[in-house]
């Protein structure tokens, strides 16, 4: 099973000439996000912004539960996830890469996105709803939307932190 | 590995006249940081003494380990406890007291105890009592885990150190389970870094067991309601209910249901954090969340709120 | 669910051979260097003082015994001098209390400390296993205390040798006998076997009340009596007492008790009504002066018998000393044993 690999890997020190992770994870206990989920969505933020390139190396299971004092476990359940989305893979005895990016939208369907977001921004702002209104709203659609179409594929992470069960 | 660390059949403990712990049934896996929680007074000193083998029970069973009793050698070989207050020999020094343990087991990793030691600070001539809460417990911690149990069992370890060293300490436990693979099963009052820290979680009681699952069964079997509050004790007829809690117009309704259950109209779901959870059920002592079959209740009243399997 | 998997250990064996007793030596030795110390550094203390203040009592005894063998006038203030040496020793009650401090020292804080401070939750969860422990803790130190005492008893047979001397009594100069209470048991072995005995009724009340300071108590309180008990009553009883009615007991035997009959019925016992003195020794027990012109004593004895009364006396010889040192060295061992084997039990089957 892929889980003991997995975790011999991590154990392993790093060899001569292979280097840290590049992005060290950080966690907001206060926040009411699953700390799995936390560190799933840092790696994926990680990589929209560059921060992480495919063929980097994920942060070593021990040394996250080292840094952090959290549970070996979500740390794997974490990557579990990530690996189920395709983002990252394992190499055995050397730990897990990243092995895709994030699909990527073309700059101008992301400029289109934009302007129909900014319109429907200002209708929302003449119907009355303050900041928090808008925010509540589009949470709240945004689950729906992705409840209705099923748990599969990729963008998952949503603000409201579905825990869906991993088996 | 598919051994349960700590397996109980009906274990009760009674001193005097009191049932400390009673009819309690668990099935603890290995692998896992079982986290067991309570208020004081719930028995889980005592669930941890019986299991040790520091108590002998008054009704029913333990064994450890697969299968090994509670106190046997066999079980006292593969099993690290720390005590509440880390007890350790105050005029004793840090060096003595490896060499006390060193003696006192078949296995003791000297080298890995004197570099932790060198790693934290911790003199190894200075005598035990000169040093910090924090060093002591981490003290504690470090001959136990030299002697490269199973299972770590760890009684309120954190209760009287300082978020710092309650950070490191727990840091030291957790990577030890990465390192050997050891299992934890800790016991704390405290509810705060529970979701962190915990993938298995027992409530206990008033001395019986409220709660025992893993994390994420449990919180994917929960969710919490909110709607109006004059419709909270409707609910009960429909769902599972666990805990309600109320203000003039608006309601928090904590139920055992998924994710695809149906919501009430009017009502909205969301899912539970694991600190949200037993703070639910500690406030609730009537209602049980048990995996498995079910298991006599005739010990717990029935209320409306009463929890169905 | 993920979980993390343990990688696989060389030994699993689910039955573990015993972590070996001798690793406990070092254990008992460390975690009890200090008791040892201290009862070497008082036992040393007690010994220096012995030996300096017996070799004054050797000294005066020799001098004592040289003036007095053509007996002369200066014999009477020498003796006087020789029974006043060191007479808070000479009794030797004083010294009773050293095994009871030995044993209740040494002995209870064992099993209270660790009850106390709470650390029994650390020793008794380690591999070597609780009982083990106890008894790989008890028995050297039982062994090291009593040697120690055995030890000073030597001293104290030295010190107390010329009290014993024969002819002692006969000529006034000691009434000290090996059976007498206060110091049969600070020669021979029974010195050794009270010392281990307190030891162990220590180590049994450290586990029973579970705090240091009111278990040393008990076992003061409780060695008191049992003291008490076999100097008083049991000890008296080992062998039965030989009964005489010849007046002439020797000097060293132990006298149990005397009573008197008359015509073969029961007259009195102990010391005489004063009806029947006023009767008979009507000048009491002097009577006139002896031909070397010093007051001569007539004995109770003396003024009765020709009244056709008989004096009784059980006694212990003093030959059966030896024997009454080891059946009481012996039962001592026992209960010792008993002691300890039940606070070994307690051991066992305490909860938390």
Known sequence: ?167 | MNMNVIETSGLGKRYGGTWALRDCTLAIPAGHVAALIGPNGAGKTTLLNLAVGLAAPTAGGVTVLGGRPAGSPAALDGIAFVAQDTPVYRNLSAADMLHLTRNLNRRFDQHYAETRLGELGIPLKRKAGKLSGGQRAQLALTLALARRPKLLVLDEPVAMLDPVARHDFMATVLTAMVDDGVSVVLSSHVLADLERVADYLILLSRGGVQVAGEADDLLAGHRLLTGPAAEADGLAGRLAVVHVRRAGAQAHVLVRATAGDPVPPGWEAHPVGLEELAMAYLREPGAAALPGPVRARDTKQATPTEVTQ | MTTLTVPARPEDDTSPPPVPWRRMAWVTWRQHRFTLAAVAVFLGALAVGLWLAGLKTHHVYAALVAACHPASAACAGMSTTFIGTNGFLSNGFILQAVPVLIGAFAGAPVLAREMETGTFRYAWTQGFGRWRWTLAKLAPLAVAVAAAAGALSVLLSWYYQPYFATGNQAASFSELTPFFPGVFDLHGITFAAWTLTAFAIGALAGMLIRRVVPAIAATIAAYAGLAFAAGGFLRQHYLTPRVTSNPNVPGSAWIISQWWTKGGRFAFAGWPPDRLLQQFCPQGPQAGVGPDGEPKTVSIAECLTPHGYTQWTSYQPASRFWPFQWIEGGWLLALSVLLIAATIWLVRRRAA
């Open chain 1, 1 to 167: 099973m892929d889980i003991d690999k997995e975790i011999s890997d991590q154990v392993a020190r790093p060899g001569p000439g292979g280097p840290g992770s590049p992005i060290e994870f950080r966690l907001d206990s206060a926040s009411g996000v699953p700390t799995y989920l936390q560190l799933v969505h840092q790696v994926e933020h990680a990589l929209r912004l560059g921060y992480l390139k495919p063929g980097d190396q994920l942060p070593k299971v021990r040394d996250v539960v080292a840094s952090l004092a959290i549970n070996p476990n979500t740390v794997l359940k974490a990557y579990k996830d990530l690996e189920s989305k395709g983002l990252t893979a394992g190499r055995p005895g050397q730990g897990t890469f990243v092995q895709a990016t994030l699909s990527q939208v073309a700059l101008p369907e992301l400029t289109a996105l934009r302007r129909s977001l900014s319109g429907w921004l200002a209708a929302a702002d003449g119907a009355g709803l303050d900041e928090n209104g808008i925010v509540a709203l589009f949470t709240s659609a945004l689950r729906d939307f992705y409840e209705r179409r099923g748990g599969s594929g990729d963008g998952r992470g949503a603000a409201g932190g579905e825990a869906k069960g991993v088996a």
